[in-house]
């Protein structure tokens, strides 16, 4: 009985169309806003993650100090993070030299 669910199952799988993550905008530009594309949940979700890795380890941070900034950009959390702690100056300076720009 089984192996009828299982072959009847892949039967299924392969004749329906299979639907995944595609991987990043520039590949499909004519992707809907509304679309996500791999790239931005990953983005999205480490984000989230040091948001709240960051909430948990300061006693500076409320819950939802951080995960709750909007827009959450590396930038945005970063500073917020860093303001709390009561050092911006330093990290601005540092983030402009080496890294990015603000």
Known sequence: MKDILLILSSV???ASP???FLSNRVSYP???NEDYTLEELTRETILQAVATYL???TVEHKPGDL???QPLTPSSLLMTHYTALGYPGMLVYY???KFITL
């Open 67 to 69: 995960t709750d900034l």
């Open 18 to 20: 299979s639907l995944c």
């Open 12 to 14: 299924v799988m392969m």
């Open 30 to 32: 004519n992707l809907p």
């Open 55 to 57: 909430e948990d380890i």
């Open 95 to 97: 983030l402009r030299t």
